[in-house]
């Protein structure tokens, strides 16, 4: 489904208030490359990524008509096509003034931003104190999804399969078997780590006691699934299959397969339904990490940025 299709409801809703021939002004900001890291060095790999997703959602918006499109651009980058009007991001510049005025400038905002460090939720926040259309989730539920303590927490109070968690600084007295620590902050595998030895795990833990939790690592595969959600329903759009490795303790993604799980989507829809449930804030396209194994299905990770790998 385009990304467009995300916000079409809304977008129509603000053209009956204000005209069918309305000429409504959109802001699209991803993150890498609308310049969030326009002094640090861009990491090729995030680079690609954040172009394909850009770039994906610029295709899907300009199809819509009577809907302008601004964005900002890293300056090392070409300038986005599609785009009808973009802005350069000088090294001299304070990029969230930039991204500031940007959003007060439109109606509505597409934002597509790493969880980790809170900049998602910056971002949303920002938008909703100017009273704009966010074709996405609230910034509380921004928050919620972007902390894995706070999602566990969420699961279990709504009946929804997790794995057991566990605060670093709150570690149960004896531990068997493997286990996998991980920063509470956000999605991705930076600072994750696989332990099968517990004085080990302890060690490793010393220096992230306030902002790691820790989970008993589950055999099985890796699965995502992607979904709408709106009013705190979920729309089910893909099954996922992940490739994840473990190399010397430390965990990457290595690819996936679309719908490579589409042999689970009763189940993944339940899940999904009841998600949405427990987080009503969550709106537009929302993606869940979860674990298969022996009929069991268990979620680790929900987050709510825009637009991910499934997508583009």
């Known amino acids: 489904m385009p990304i467009a299709m995300l916000g079409v409801d809304d977008l129509a809703i603000h053209q009956i208030k204000h005209g069918n021939n309305v000429h409504l002004k959109i802001f699209i900001c991803e993150f890498i490359t609308s310049g969030g890291l326009y002094r640090d060095p861009l990491p090729p790999s995030l680079l690609v990524e954040g172009k394909l997703m ?6 899907d918006f300009a199809q819509i008509s009577n809907v302008e499109i601004l964005a900002t651009c890293d300056p090392r980058i070409e300038v986005p096509s599609l785009a009808h009007q973009v802005f350069t991001v000088e090294p001299e510049q304070d990029v969230w003034a930039l991204w500031a005025q940007c959003i007060e400038s439109v109606d509505a905002v597409l934002l597509v931003a790493p969880e980790t460090g809170g900049v998602l939720e910056r971002l949303t926040a920002l938008a909703e104190r100017l009273n704009k259309l966010v074709l996405g989730s609230s910034a509380s539920a921004v928050k919620l999804a972007g902390d894995k303590w706070s999602t566990y927490r969420a699961c279990t109070a709504h009946d929804i399969p997790t794995l057991t968690t566990h605060l670093a600084n ?3 007295d004896l531990m068997a078997g493997a286990y996998v620590a991980k920063s509470r902050d956000g999605a991705g595998c930076d600072d994750m780590a696989y332990f099968e030895d517990e004085p080990a795990l302890r060690s490793w833990l010393q220096t ?10 589950q055999r099985g595969e890796a699965a995502s699934f992607s979904m709408l959600c709106k009013n705190g329903q979920a729309y089910l759009l893909s099954c ?44 537009g396209y929302v993606g869940v990490d979860l674990i ?9 990770i929900v987050t709510g940025k825009q637009i991910g790998r499934a997508h583009v």
């Open 208 to 217: 992230r006691l306030n902002t790691h939790i820790v989970q008993p690592y």
């Open 54 to 59: 850009r770039d994906a959602a610029l295709r």
């Open 170 to 172: 709150a570690l149960p």
């Open 240 to 283: 996922n299959h992940q490739y994840m490795q473990i190399e010397e303790q430390e965990f990457s993604y290595r690819g996936g397969i679309i719908n490579g799980m589409a042999q689970h989507a009763d189940a993944f829809n339940t899940i999904a339904q009841k998600i949405a449930s427990a987080m009503p804030g969550l709106a």
């Open 292 to 300: 298969v194994h022996d009929g069991e299905f268990l979620v680790h």
